[in-house]
């Protein structure tokens, strides 16, 4: 079907879009933290730790193609890097952030090493295995003097208490008081950095050669090892790259809580299964499929929060959920899975392009435009220097 307008790509329409959602977007970035719904702000810390950890996977499995169920350990080496360094040793809850990055890189990296030799349903047992083992090795009774064993760790995050009223950075208080729900603030805007790191490192990968290497090895790795690319090391890369950035989710859950737990849902093997469903809900193999996959998961977990009591059930529904003892929005959110796998293959972001489509469509740069223009250039320069 015809679009009715059409744009070209990097032209002023375009810019004009991109411009309008980003003020948009930044719009209401600035205002939930301004209003004194502190749920709301809640509702979005949630959301954006969400964003981050299924763009980590996201960039593992959506770009390389690299099938992992294991992600909730990299989000509980997060937890728990930040848990045991402020616990333990005193260290500045900021400053756990790079050092559980690089621990998750290196654990990341190592566990890519099979990923050389098996792939599909054999690599996706082996990061399930990994899931599984994670919270039985924090439970560990030769490791309780570091984790804490089935306890876990208290005060591992900001301890907000009388003698700690503010939080200051590079000197300056930006915060006020962050005594009891004055902190929550202060998360809400710690889990958005994140979430521009994650999208940033992301996007660089991605828009750069090593992101077309990374295609061509979801696509055909025989054909990309054929073509030049270095797949092994290819693969060593991005596997630590999503490690490094699905623990800095993890960094955040616990400053919020200022705990950390072994059976904590996002640490078990559950987070893996709802990283996986977010991503590709949202829409695998994309920068924003991941990011509105959150932001609708939560939604939707927030609506039937209350649904275990069959009088909070709008009417229609009720027949479907009131059988229910728990919240049913795990199940709906499951459910809408399947039934989106048959609709929207490509995810609710690939169902958004394609309503669009009919009303606008952008055309693409020619291949090697810019090239062909600086040549052209460069040949006028030449010529009148002679």
Not at 44 to 59: D, G, H, P, R
Not at 69 to 95: C, E, N, Q
Not at 181 to 187: L, N, V
């Amino acid at each position: 079907m015809k679009s009715l307008f059409t744009i070209k790509s990097g032209g002023p329409a375009s810019w004009a879009l991109r411009v309008v959602a980003a003020v948009v977007i930044g719009a209401v970035v600035l205002t939930v933290p301004t209003g004194d719904s502190y749920p709301l702000m809640n509702q979005f810390t949630t959301a954006f730790m969400l964003m981050a950890a299924a763009m980590s996977l996201n960039l593992l499995l959506g770009y390389t193609g690299q099938i992992s169920l294991g992600h909730s350990a990299f989000f509980g080496i997060g937890a728990y890097a930040t848990g045991v360094f402020v616990s333990r040793y005193g260290w500045s809850p900021m400053w756990t952030f790079p050092a559980a990055f690089v621990i998750a890189f290196v654990v990341g990296a190592l566990v890519s090493l099979p990923a050389l030799r098996i792939k599909g349903v054999y690599l996706a047992l082996v990061t399930l295995s990994l899931a599984l083992v994670f919270p039985q090795f924090i439970k560990w009774r030769k490791l309780t003097w570091l984790t804490g064993g089935p306890r876990g760790l208290d005060k591992a995050g900001f301890n907000f208490g009388r003698k700690n009223r503010t939080y200051e950075i590079f000197g300056h208080d930006f915060f006020g008081d962050m005594r009891g729900q004055g902190a929550i603030p202060f998360f809400y805007w710690v889990a958005f950095a994140v979430v521009v790191i994650t999208y940033v490192v992301c996007r660089g990968v991605v828009k750069s050669r090593a992101g077309r290497a990374l295609i061509a090895i979801r696509d055909n790795e025989t054909a990309a090892a054929v073509m030049g690319v270095n797949v092994a090391v290819t693969k060593g890369l991005v596997f630590g790259i999503s490690a490094g950035l699905c623990a800095l989710p993890g960094c955040v859950s616990t400053i919020r809580t200022n705990n950390v737990v072994p059976d904590s849902a996002l640490i078990t093997v559950i987070g893996s299964i709802t990283f996986l469903i977010i991503m590709v809900i949202g829409g695998a193999g994309s920068l924003w499929g991941p990011i509105l996959g959150a932001g609708v998961y939560v939604l939707v977990v927030e609506i039937t929060g209350d649904w275990s009591n069959e009088d909070n059930i709008p009417g229609l529904l009720r027949p479907l959920f009131s059988w229910s003892s728990t919240p049913p929005g795990t199940g709906i959110f499951a459910i809408s899975l399947i039934v989106l796998m048959f609709v929207a293959p490509f995810g609710l972001l690939g169902l958004l392009k394609k309503w669009t489509a009919r009303l606008v469509s952008v055309r693409p740069k020619p291949a090697g435009t810019t090239t062909i223009e600086f040549t052209s250039s460069a040949l006028v320069a030449e010529d009148a220097s002679t």
